[in-house]
């Protein structure tokens, strides 16, 4: 099945100059599929009102994918800087941070929302010191050494995941 291509307004939710610097973008139309191909496409369709997959509310499903499409990505990312290519690492990194935020948000049960850092400060499952983490991961993508803390946080993140799983689990017993 073909995906429509579908001009929109960047929401107010979601407008980010490092991911958006634009008022307007291209996306494709979901299908009926999980797909991770252009980040906060699902918080895109829902902030506009429209019907769409949310991943935020099946975490359990979404994320094992999120992680899937990390593994890759991260692959992607080793060799751009082993062979020093930098002309292509900043567009994989937005699509890294990205996965990373969805991750991040979608754990806790929320739809992604660029436009308020203090939502991140209320999550319960999150990584140490997440926010200034960020911070350097946004201003210094193209580094290495984001590339590598961008890696330990998703790695973080995934033992909250399981943390909230294990604790989610225990109590339906």
């Given at each position: 099945m073909h995906n429509q291509?579908?001009?929109m307004k960047v929401p107010p939710e979601l407008m980010h100059p490092f991911?958006?610097?634009d008022k307007e973008i291209h996306i494709n139309v979901p299908d009926r599929e999980f797909t991770l191909h252009e980040n906060f496409m699902y918080e895109m369709f829902y902030y506009h009102?429209?019907?769409a997959i949310r991943p935020w509310e099946q975490p359990e499903t979404a994320i094992p994918l999120v992680i899937k499409e990390w593994d890759h990505l991260k692959n992607v990312l080793e060799h751009l800087h082993s062979q020093r290519d930098q002309s292509t690492i900043l567009i994989h990194m937005k699509?890294?941070?990205g996965l990373f935020l969805q991750f991040l948000y979608w754990s806790n049960d929320e739809?992604?929302?660029l436009n308020d850092e203090?939502?991140?400060d209320n999550f319960i499952y999150k990584p140490v010191n997440v926010q200034e983490r960020l911070n350097f991961l946004l201003s210094r993508p193209r580094l290495y050494h984001s590339f590598i803390q961008l890696a330990e946080l998703i790695k973080e993140q995934e033992k909250q995941f399981v943390i909230k799983m294990i604790k989610k689990?225990?109590?339906r017993k």
């Open positions: 291509e579908k001009k991911f958006f610097p009102g429209e019907n699509k890294g941070i739809a992604v929302k203090t939502v991140i689990n225990a109590s």
